[in-house]
Protein backbone atom coordinates (compact mmCIF):
# COMPACT_ATOMS: atom_id res chain seq x y z
CA UNK A 1 0.00 0.00 0.00
CA UNK A 2 1.68 3.16 -1.08
CA UNK A 3 1.62 6.26 1.62
CA UNK A 4 -0.74 8.88 1.33
CA UNK A 5 0.83 12.26 0.02
CA UNK A 6 1.52 14.72 2.50
CA UNK A 7 -0.29 17.95 2.63
CA UNK A 8 3.08 19.75 2.01
CA UNK A 9 3.91 17.69 -0.52
CA UNK A 10 0.65 18.77 -2.36
CA UNK A 11 0.92 22.43 -0.92
CA UNK A 12 4.51 22.62 -2.71
CA UNK A 13 2.91 21.10 -5.88
CA UNK A 14 0.56 23.52 -6.22
CA UNK A 15 2.69 26.76 -5.54
CA UNK A 16 5.04 25.39 -8.61
CA UNK A 17 2.34 24.65 -10.42
CA UNK A 18 1.64 28.57 -9.98
CA UNK A 19 4.35 30.04 -10.12
CA UNK A 20 5.90 27.66 -12.76
CA UNK A 21 9.14 28.03 -10.73
CA UNK A 22 11.14 26.18 -7.80
CA UNK A 23 12.36 29.49 -6.61
CA UNK A 24 9.29 31.39 -6.43
CA UNK A 25 7.27 28.67 -5.08
CA UNK A 26 9.84 28.55 -1.98
CA UNK A 27 9.37 32.06 -1.73
CA UNK A 28 6.18 31.38 -1.64
CA UNK A 29 6.15 28.95 0.98
CA UNK A 30 9.07 30.62 2.62
CA UNK A 31 11.16 27.28 2.49
CA UNK A 32 14.21 26.71 0.43
CA UNK A 33 14.38 25.69 -3.47
CA UNK A 34 15.88 22.38 -2.92
CA UNK A 35 12.92 21.44 -0.34
CA UNK A 36 10.89 22.37 -2.78
CA UNK A 37 12.08 19.98 -5.15
CA UNK A 38 12.42 17.28 -2.88
CA UNK A 39 8.93 17.82 -1.77
CA UNK A 40 7.91 17.64 -5.81
CA UNK A 41 10.29 14.57 -6.11
CA UNK A 42 8.47 12.86 -3.49
CA UNK A 43 5.21 13.56 -5.09
CA UNK A 44 5.88 12.64 -8.39
CA UNK A 45 7.41 8.61 -6.52
CA UNK A 46 4.42 8.24 -4.53
CA UNK A 47 1.89 9.38 -7.43
CA UNK A 48 3.83 7.37 -10.26
CA UNK A 49 3.75 10.32 -12.13
CA UNK A 50 6.01 13.00 -13.92
CA UNK A 51 4.23 16.55 -13.09
CA UNK A 52 6.47 19.21 -14.72
CA UNK A 53 8.40 19.36 -18.15
CA UNK A 54 11.29 22.59 -18.75
CA UNK A 55 10.44 24.67 -21.21
CA UNK A 56 12.67 27.90 -21.61
CA UNK A 57 13.42 28.15 -18.07
CA UNK A 58 10.07 27.47 -16.59
CA UNK A 59 8.19 24.54 -15.31
CA UNK A 60 5.40 23.57 -17.62
CA UNK A 61 2.93 20.66 -15.68
CA UNK A 62 2.14 18.04 -17.93
CA UNK A 63 -1.80 17.07 -19.08
CA UNK A 64 -2.15 14.92 -15.70
CA UNK A 65 -0.32 17.50 -13.67
CA UNK A 66 -3.09 19.79 -14.41
CA UNK A 67 -5.75 17.13 -13.83
CA UNK A 68 -4.80 16.78 -10.19
CA UNK A 69 -3.95 20.55 -9.97
CA UNK A 70 -8.12 20.90 -10.39
CA UNK A 71 -8.18 18.28 -7.09
CA UNK A 72 -5.95 20.18 -5.01
CA UNK A 73 -6.48 23.47 -5.70
CA UNK A 74 -10.02 22.73 -4.41
CA UNK A 75 -8.90 21.02 -1.33
CA UNK A 76 -7.00 23.86 -0.44
CA UNK A 77 -9.81 26.26 -1.20
CA UNK A 78 -11.60 24.49 1.17
CA UNK A 79 -9.17 24.30 3.80
CA UNK A 80 -9.32 28.10 3.45
CA UNK A 81 -12.51 28.19 4.09
CA UNK A 82 -12.42 25.96 6.88
CA UNK A 83 -9.68 28.19 8.28
CA UNK A 84 -11.76 31.38 7.98
CA UNK A 85 -14.74 29.56 9.70
CA UNK A 86 -13.16 28.45 12.59
CA UNK A 87 -11.50 32.00 13.24
CA UNK A 88 -15.29 33.32 12.58
CA UNK A 89 -16.30 30.83 15.64
CA UNK A 90 -13.63 32.13 17.68
CA UNK A 91 -15.18 35.59 17.36
CA UNK A 92 -18.85 34.51 17.76
CA UNK A 93 -19.68 35.70 14.01
CA UNK A 94 -20.98 32.16 12.98
CA UNK A 95 -22.64 29.44 14.09
CA UNK A 96 -25.76 27.97 15.52
CA UNK A 97 -27.10 28.84 19.24
CA UNK A 98 -30.26 27.12 21.15
CA UNK A 99 -31.74 28.93 23.56
CA UNK A 100 -34.56 28.28 25.69
CA UNK A 101 -36.12 30.16 28.75
CA UNK A 102 -39.19 30.57 30.95
CA UNK A 103 -41.62 32.80 30.17
CA UNK A 104 -40.84 35.90 32.41
CA UNK A 105 -37.25 36.23 30.63
CA UNK A 106 -38.75 34.59 27.04
CA UNK A 107 -41.77 36.80 26.24
CA UNK A 108 -40.11 40.21 27.28
CA UNK A 109 -36.35 40.14 27.59
CA UNK A 110 -35.01 37.52 25.50
CA UNK A 111 -36.44 38.79 21.79
CA UNK A 112 -35.14 42.11 22.06
CA UNK A 113 -31.31 40.56 23.23
CA UNK A 114 -31.69 38.03 20.38
CA UNK A 115 -32.59 40.67 17.70
CA UNK A 116 -29.75 42.90 19.44
CA UNK A 117 -27.19 40.09 19.59
CA UNK A 118 -28.18 38.92 15.48
CA UNK A 119 -28.31 42.33 14.17
CA UNK A 120 -24.46 42.24 14.48
CA UNK A 121 -24.13 38.84 13.73
CA UNK A 122 -25.58 38.21 9.95
CA UNK A 123 -24.15 34.49 9.80
CA UNK A 124 -25.50 33.30 13.06
CA UNK A 125 -28.92 31.58 13.79
CA UNK A 126 -31.02 30.52 16.87
CA UNK A 127 -33.63 28.33 18.04
CA UNK A 128 -35.27 29.65 20.59
CA UNK A 129 -38.29 28.50 22.70
CA UNK A 130 -40.15 29.29 26.00
CA UNK A 131 -41.34 26.73 28.10
CA UNK A 132 -41.79 26.50 32.31
CA UNK A 133 -39.02 25.77 33.85
CA UNK A 134 -39.55 22.13 34.56
CA UNK A 135 -39.01 21.67 30.59
CA UNK A 136 -35.96 23.99 30.12
CA UNK A 137 -34.16 21.71 32.99
CA UNK A 138 -34.97 18.98 30.68
CA UNK A 139 -33.97 20.42 27.19
CA UNK A 140 -30.62 21.44 28.97
CA UNK A 141 -30.56 18.05 29.91
CA UNK A 142 -30.98 16.64 26.88
CA UNK A 143 -28.51 18.56 25.00
CA UNK A 144 -31.03 19.97 22.92
CA UNK A 145 -30.50 23.14 24.01
CA UNK A 146 -27.41 25.19 24.60
CA UNK A 147 -28.58 27.75 27.08
CA UNK A 148 -31.35 27.84 29.45
CA UNK A 149 -32.91 30.51 31.81
CA UNK A 150 -35.32 29.05 34.53
CA UNK A 151 -36.83 29.79 37.79
CA UNK A 152 -37.38 27.40 41.00
CA UNK A 153 -34.82 25.58 39.09
CA UNK A 154 -35.14 21.32 39.67
CA UNK A 155 -32.03 20.03 40.43
CA UNK A 156 -30.91 17.82 37.84
CA UNK A 157 -27.97 15.91 37.48
CA UNK A 158 -27.32 16.83 33.79
CA UNK A 159 -27.47 20.38 34.22
CA UNK A 160 -25.16 23.40 35.44
CA UNK A 161 -26.95 25.95 37.22
CA UNK A 162 -25.13 29.07 37.54
CA UNK A 163 -27.27 32.38 39.30
CA UNK A 164 -27.57 34.66 36.93
CA UNK A 165 -29.94 37.67 38.26
CA UNK A 166 -32.66 38.32 41.40
CA UNK A 167 -35.50 40.23 40.09
CA UNK A 168 -38.16 41.95 42.33
CA UNK A 169 -41.88 41.47 41.85
CA UNK A 170 -43.40 45.20 41.29
CA UNK A 171 -47.23 45.75 42.31
CA UNK A 172 -49.36 46.07 39.08
CA UNK A 173 -52.92 48.42 39.27
CA UNK A 174 -55.58 49.65 37.56
CA UNK A 175 -55.08 52.86 35.85
CA UNK A 176 -57.00 55.45 37.89
CA UNK A 177 -56.59 53.13 40.90
CA UNK A 178 -56.64 54.79 44.38
CA UNK A 179 -53.35 53.33 45.11
CA UNK A 180 -51.70 54.62 42.30
CA UNK A 181 -50.98 57.72 43.83
CA UNK A 182 -48.21 56.41 45.98
CA UNK A 183 -44.95 56.14 45.11
CA UNK A 184 -44.76 52.29 46.15
CA UNK A 185 -47.27 49.79 47.43
CA UNK A 186 -46.88 47.98 51.09
CA UNK A 187 -47.85 44.69 51.65
CA UNK A 188 -50.66 45.48 53.82
CA UNK A 189 -52.07 48.72 51.29
CA UNK A 190 -53.53 45.64 49.82
CA UNK A 191 -55.60 44.38 52.63
CA UNK A 192 -59.03 44.07 50.79
CA UNK A 193 -58.18 44.43 47.85
CA UNK A 194 -59.49 42.27 44.68
CA UNK A 195 -55.67 40.40 44.07
CA UNK A 196 -54.80 38.31 40.78
CA UNK A 197 -52.87 35.42 41.75
CA UNK A 198 -50.85 32.71 40.61
CA UNK A 199 -51.76 29.29 41.45
CA UNK A 200 -50.50 27.05 44.21
CA UNK A 201 -47.83 25.89 42.11
CA UNK A 202 -46.12 29.17 41.40
CA UNK A 203 -43.03 30.03 43.56
CA UNK A 204 -43.82 33.56 43.35
CA UNK A 205 -47.32 32.52 44.92
CA UNK A 206 -45.41 30.48 47.83
CA UNK A 207 -43.44 33.61 48.53
CA UNK A 208 -46.20 35.83 48.49
CA UNK A 209 -48.41 33.91 50.97
CA UNK A 210 -45.83 34.11 52.96
CA UNK A 211 -45.29 37.79 53.10
CA UNK A 212 -48.89 38.34 53.01
CA UNK A 213 -49.28 35.90 56.15
CA UNK A 214 -46.04 37.68 58.30
CA UNK A 215 -48.31 41.06 57.76
CA UNK A 216 -51.42 40.03 58.73
CA UNK A 217 -52.97 40.55 55.42
CA UNK A 218 -56.08 39.12 54.14
CA UNK A 219 -55.87 39.19 50.27
CA UNK A 220 -59.31 38.92 48.67
CA UNK A 221 -57.86 36.12 45.34
CA UNK A 222 -60.74 36.77 42.82
CA UNK A 223 -58.42 34.98 39.52
CA UNK A 224 -55.92 32.38 39.59
CA UNK A 225 -53.38 32.47 36.41
CA UNK A 226 -50.92 30.71 35.03
CA UNK A 227 -48.99 33.28 33.24
CA UNK A 228 -47.98 37.14 33.82
CA UNK A 229 -49.87 38.45 30.60
CA UNK A 230 -52.68 36.64 31.58
CA UNK A 231 -52.35 38.34 35.25
CA UNK A 232 -51.97 41.81 33.49
CA UNK A 233 -54.65 41.41 30.78
CA UNK A 234 -56.51 40.85 33.87
CA UNK A 235 -55.58 44.35 36.13
CA UNK A 236 -56.04 46.38 33.10
CA UNK A 237 -59.59 45.37 33.20
CA UNK A 238 -60.04 46.21 36.35
CA UNK A 239 -60.49 42.56 37.44
CA UNK A 240 -57.77 43.29 40.52
CA UNK A 241 -54.17 43.72 41.42
CA UNK A 242 -51.35 41.58 41.16
CA UNK A 243 -47.72 41.02 42.14
CA UNK A 244 -45.59 40.01 39.21
CA UNK A 245 -41.99 39.91 38.03
CA UNK A 246 -40.94 43.80 36.49
CA UNK A 247 -39.84 42.07 33.11
CA UNK A 248 -43.58 41.20 31.76
CA UNK A 249 -44.96 43.99 33.52
CA UNK A 250 -43.19 46.66 31.71
CA UNK A 251 -44.82 45.28 28.76
CA UNK A 252 -47.64 45.46 29.76
CA UNK A 253 -47.61 48.94 31.07
CA UNK A 254 -46.20 50.39 28.06
CA UNK A 255 -49.79 48.64 25.99
CA UNK A 256 -51.32 50.37 28.39
CA UNK A 257 -54.14 50.76 31.17
CA UNK A 258 -51.58 49.68 33.87
CA UNK A 259 -50.09 51.25 36.45
CA UNK A 260 -46.47 50.07 38.01
CA UNK A 261 -45.21 50.88 41.63
CA UNK A 262 -41.88 49.05 43.84
CA UNK A 263 -43.88 46.43 46.27
CA UNK A 264 -42.36 45.77 49.52
CA UNK A 265 -41.44 43.68 51.30
CA UNK A 266 -39.75 42.54 48.01
CA UNK A 267 -40.95 39.54 46.05
CA UNK A 268 -37.33 38.11 44.89
CA UNK A 269 -37.26 35.80 41.82
CA UNK A 270 -34.23 34.11 41.21
CA UNK A 271 -33.50 33.44 37.54
CA UNK A 272 -30.69 30.47 36.91
CA UNK A 273 -28.68 29.91 33.75
CA UNK A 274 -28.87 26.11 32.80
CA UNK A 275 -25.86 24.95 30.63
CA UNK A 276 -25.56 20.97 30.07
CA UNK A 277 -22.91 19.28 32.18
CA UNK A 278 -19.54 18.39 31.98
CA UNK A 279 -19.55 21.07 28.85
CA UNK A 280 -18.09 24.48 28.35
CA UNK A 281 -20.32 27.37 27.31
CA UNK A 282 -19.54 28.59 23.78
CA UNK A 283 -18.10 31.30 22.64
CA UNK A 284 -21.28 32.20 20.88
CA UNK A 285 -23.33 31.48 24.14
CA UNK A 286 -21.08 33.22 26.02
CA UNK A 287 -21.16 36.73 23.97
CA UNK A 288 -24.78 36.27 23.93
CA UNK A 289 -25.06 36.06 27.89
CA UNK A 290 -23.50 39.66 27.81
CA UNK A 291 -26.09 40.95 25.21
CA UNK A 292 -28.98 39.32 28.00
CA UNK A 293 -27.09 41.63 30.72
CA UNK A 294 -27.14 44.49 28.94
CA UNK A 295 -30.44 44.31 27.71
CA UNK A 296 -31.62 43.36 31.02
CA UNK A 297 -30.21 46.61 32.50
CA UNK A 298 -31.43 48.77 30.12
CA UNK A 299 -35.30 47.09 31.09
CA UNK A 300 -34.28 46.98 34.68
CA UNK A 301 -33.68 50.87 34.35
CA UNK A 302 -37.59 51.13 31.71
CA UNK A 303 -39.10 49.36 34.94
CA UNK A 304 -37.70 52.10 37.70
CA UNK A 305 -39.39 54.95 35.21
CA UNK A 306 -42.56 53.31 35.16
CA UNK A 307 -42.83 52.75 38.77
CA UNK A 308 -42.56 56.95 38.87
CA UNK A 309 -45.02 57.49 36.39
CA UNK A 310 -48.30 59.26 36.92
CA UNK A 311 -50.02 56.82 34.95
CA UNK A 312 -50.05 53.53 33.34
CA UNK A 313 -48.63 53.42 29.80
CA UNK A 314 -46.90 55.84 26.78
Known amino acids: MRAAFSARQLEAFRAVYVTGSVTEAGKLLHITQPTV ?3 ISELERLSGLTLFERQHGRLVPRPEAVSLFQQVDKMFAALEEVTRDARRLAHGQVGHLRIVAMPAFGL ?5 AVGRFLRE ?20 GNRQADIGFATATPVDGRVKLVPF ?22 AHDLTGER ?7 SAVRHQL ?3 FKAGNVARRIVVEVGSSAAACALVAAGTGIAVLDPLSALDAWRAGGIVLRHFTPGV ?4 DLVYPGHTAASVLATQFLDT ?11 VDVACEADDGGL
Open 37 to 39: SKL
Open 108 to 112: GLLPR
Open 121 to 140: RTDVTVDFNILASTYVVERI
Open 165 to 186: ETLSGVCVLPAGHPLSARRAIR
Open 195 to 201: FVSFGRD
Open 209 to 211: DEV
Open 268 to 271: ALAV
Open 292 to 302: VKGTLRDMLAA
